[in-house]
């Protein structure tokens, strides 16, 4: 790592974006671009994700600019004790050369430091040229007994020694990180329904039995739409990933983990008068449905159109929402109808009523994996550890069946 390299990166940071900082230290987008790529690569650490359209700092840059900016306000004091001008362009200094400048300085010999270093001493010569070079001044005065530190020297060494404090503190923690990071196996699954939904509860069981049998390896479980996470298991941002499709992805292995009957709930008075109409129903219902990026959103679609006409389907009104327990309540409180997962309904308090939509609709879940990685003996795991029995007491549900609605009593 180099002084001119952190100095852009803090301008980059406080900025916020790479166009602001190239104007502000007066370089082409491209050399910032590329000062920020090598920022990220010597901490393993990303400082900035897309958010749509926009760029934004991640989490860990935040976190890490307070320490960047430190480091530049050091540096910009180095460079005063060199005597240089504030307006020269900051020299691509290496931290590693400035470290061993401290180095020799503290033994006093060149040779000596060249040779704990496993070095050749002409070459450490060299990078002290360079160094006095692009500080303009000098560093070292020879003697008898070896080399001496000259007057700007002697007031660069603490700076420059705190200054590497700084950066093995930044290097430090995202190394921590790494660590971390390597170690943690990341599950990407589908958004639950609320805390008693059959994903929830599948989550908690294999949450609980993972800490319990790899205490040394942490699970981070992160959710999102089906879309997303193939995209994070093709990106390895997932090590695996719980899709609510029943079709496992060609480039990946995986496991059916459950299948769920799916139902259409709505108001009771609206079902209970329902007498074998369903396009009316539907016509004359909001119809409250998931992200199109989910699967449950392609199953309430192909509901849709294997039930009504081209004409029907245009007089229907759906209003996507991308929350399961806000449709919940639309259906429930403000006379919406959704299609979603049975088990997932009947365990809330006050359950919707509901009709159930046969075997041909059902919320499948199935775990997988990229193809040809180490995931599948891990994956496999995750699957019985899913499986596990829930203790949860079944509660009644007031679901009946499309072919109930024939019945006098429907």
């Known amino acids: 790592m180099d002084l001119a390299t952190i100095v852009i990166v803090d301008a980059v940071l406080s900025e916020g974006g790479i166009r602001a900082a190239a104007a502000r230290c007066g370089r082409a987008p491209s050399s910032v671009s590329a000062a920020v790529k090598r920022f990220e690569q010597a901490l393993s650490m ?24 430190e480091a530049t306000a050091k540096i910009a004091v180095i460079l005063d004790a060199a005597g240089r001008e504030p307006a020269d362009p900051v020299p691509p200094l290496g931290l590693v050369a400035l470290d061993r400048f401290v180095r020799i300085a503290r033994s006093g010999s060149i040779r000596a430091t060249a040779k704990a270093l496993g070095l050749g001493q002409p070459q450490l010569t060299r990078q002290i040229a360079d160094l006095e070079r692009h500080l303009g001044c000098r560093l070292f005065e020879r003697s008898h007994s070896g080399i001496l530190c ?115 709930a709505g108001p009771a008075a609206a079902l209970s008068d329902l007498g074998g109409d369903l396009p009316r129903l539907l016509a004359t219902c909001p119809i409250a449905v998931p992200s199109v990026r989910s699967g449950l959103r392609r199953e309430a679609a192909r509901f849709l159109d294997d039930t009504l006409s081209e004409t029907e389907r245009r007089r229907t009104v759906l209003v996507e ?28 308090h006050r359950p919707p009523a509901m009709i159930r939509l046969g075997p041909a609709y059902r919320q499948s879940l199935t775990l997988v994996w990229p193809r040809g990685t180490f995931a599948g003996e891990i994956g496999e795991l995750m699957v019985s550890m ?15 069946s499309l072919s109930d609605l024939s019945s006098p009593n429907a």
């Open 46 to 69: 990303p400082l900035f994700r897309r958010e749509e359209s926009v760029i934004v700092l991640t989490l860990e840059a935040r976190a890490r600019a307070p320490a960047v900016r």
């Open 150 to 264: 000259t007057a700007t020297a002697e007031r660069i060494i603490p700076l420059v020694e705190a200054l590497l404090d700084i950066w093995a503190r930044l290097t430090h923690a995202s190394a921590d990180r790494f660590r971390r990071d390597v170690a943690t196996w990341r599950l990407g699954a589908v958004m639950p329904l609320g805390p008693e939904s059959e994903i929830a509860r599948m989550l908690a069981s294999l949450t609980a039995n993972w800490h319990r049998t790899r205490p040394r390896q942490p699970l981070f479980i992160s959710s999102t739409t089906a879309d997303d996470l193939l995209a994070g298991l093709r990106s390895r941002r997932f090590d695996a990933a719980l899709l609510d499709l029943a079709e496992i992805p060609t480039d990946c292995d995986g496991r059916l983990v459950s299948q769920t009957p799916l139902v259409l």
């Open 321 to 348: 929402v991308d929350s399961i327990p806000v449709i919940i309540n639309l259906v429930g409180q403000h006379g919406y109808l959704s299609v979603l997962p049975e088990s997932s309904l009947a365990r809330v």
């Open 386 to 400: 899913m499986r596990a029995p829930a203790q949860a007491s079944e509660r009644p549900s007031s679901t009946e």
